[in-house]
């Protein structure tokens, strides 16, 4: 069984850092861009940011551009994303997901598979 499980969230001042990971397991995406979308109460979930599966290409939501860094390691699995300058706005549930295709996506239907989510709550 395909599962991508997300660990990292939790509780961060204004102005702080978080890293977040997504761990892949059953299955390696090969070949898959990956992507980091984030739901907050009451809203649509949006997209932040994604990678390409050698990570020669990344791309940002402009709400997110200049403070947030994705990666991944595909030896171990697994993607990152870095947050820093952390505004209370950003608060949501994260969620990785694997593309259906190896360029970059920001909606959510190029996106077959997806964690569970992980808490950032950013405190003002």
């Known amino acids: 069984q395909v599962q991508l499980v997300e660990s990292g969230g939790g509780l961060v001042q204004a102005g702080g850092s978080l890293t977040v990971s997504c761990a892949a397991s059953?299955?390696?995406?090969?070949?898959?861009?990956m992507g980091w979308f984030r739901q907050a109460p009451g809203k649509e979930r949006e997209f932040v940011a994604a990678i390409t599966w050698y990570g020669s290409n990344t791309y940002f939501a402009d709400s997110v551009k200049g403070r947030f860094t994705i990666s991944r390691d595909n030896a171990k699995n697994t993607i990152y994303l870095q947050m820093t300058s952390l505004k209370p706005e950003d608060t949501a549930v994260y969620y990785c997901a694997a593309a259906t295709t190896s360029y970059i996506v920001t909606y959510t239907r190029g996106y077959d598979t997806w964690g569970q989510g992980t808490q950032v709550t950013v405190s003002s």
């Open positions: 059953g299955r390696t995406f090969n070949g898959k861009a």
